[in-house]
């Protein structure tokens, strides 16, 4: 049972609860039955006053608690090892992208998916479904593309960082700045396996103009309402429909592809 009095961040100028943290996902629409796919930067949000795994276990089994196993709770753990000639290993190969991540998909209920590249950590009841994809990590059959279908919820903690989800619909598009590579390596998998494996990558032409402007994205995206944010702690908490939001993208870069991108 979680102690909803429980303090475990300090800011400047106040202490944040576990009861602020089920407010602040309750004010974002967070509910039962959500499929929600986590991007964080948590030590941004203030000083923890908990231990670093407590810290992680506070935010973790709040979603959960709030999701239910009947929805979904959803992590990325990129790893770009494959991109470097180096073997995938499901079990073994480190996130990447921060250690809540990292944290979240050595839990024992959790289930990782064999994307090389762009592996997600998956709890909930669905999460065998969501385990089989294809290779392509920004198609219609991958786990964001899943995600549209679903009405699924991208939900950003500590800062306003963690737009992956928009190539799905730079790639839907098939913009001009981006070309598909592909990658040959290996993966072993959950049985111990090992195959290889050649990956697709739609990946940015360094010879044009083709970075994200991340803070004009997230601007559109919350005058459009398809993101809704509230300050907590040091930062920020944030939340996209994704459903809303890669249909009202795809229709603004068949306008002007590059829309988004950095001058």
């Not at 996902?25 to 039955?33: G, P, Q, R, W």
């Not at 289930?111 to 385990?131: C, M, N, V």
């Not at 009405?151 to 903690?157: D, E, V």
Request: charged residues 25%; glycine residues 6%; aromatic residues 14%.
């Amino acid at each position: 049972m979680l102690d909803l009095n429980k303090e475990f961040i300090i800011t400047n100028d106040k202490i944040v609860s576990v009861r602020d943290f089920y407010n602040a996902l309750a004010f974002l629409e967070i509910k039962k039955y959500d499929i929600v796919c986590v991007h964080s930067q948590i030590f941004s949000l203030g000083k923890p006053l908990v231990g670093k795994d407590e810290f992680m276990q506070i935010i973790v089994n709040v979603l959960q608690d709030i999701i239910s196993t009947e929805g979904m709770l959803i992590m990325p753990t990129f790893t770009y090892s494959f991109c470097k000639n180096e073997i995938y290993d499901v079990y073994n190969s480190p996130s990447t992208v921060g250690i809540l991540t990292e944290y979240f998909r050595n839990l024992s209920d959790v289930l990782r998916t064999e994307h090389p590249i762009f592996s997600f950590a998956l709890w909930g009841d669905r999460k065998k479904l969501y385990s089989d994809i294809g290779l392509d990590a920004f198609g219609m059959d991958s786990v964001y593309g899943k995600m549209i279908l679903d009405k699924g919820k991208l939900l950003m903690i500590g800062a306003d960082k963690g737009y992956t989800f928009y190539y799905l619909a730079e790639e839907y598009v098939n913009v001009k700045h981006r070309y598909f590579k592909n990658f040959q390596g290996s993966i072993r998998n959950k049985a111990g396996y090992t195959y290889s494996e050649i990956v697709p990558y739609f990946v940015r032409d360094l010879s044009k103009r083709s970075e994200l402007d991340e803070n004009l994205l997230s601007d559109y995206l919350l005058e459009n309402e398809c993101q809704k944010k509230i300050d907590f702690g040091k930062g920020t908490l944030s939340v996209i429909d994704c459903n809303k939001a890669f249909y009202l993208l795809a229709c603004e870069l068949g306008r002007d592809e590059s829309r988004f991108l950095k001058e």
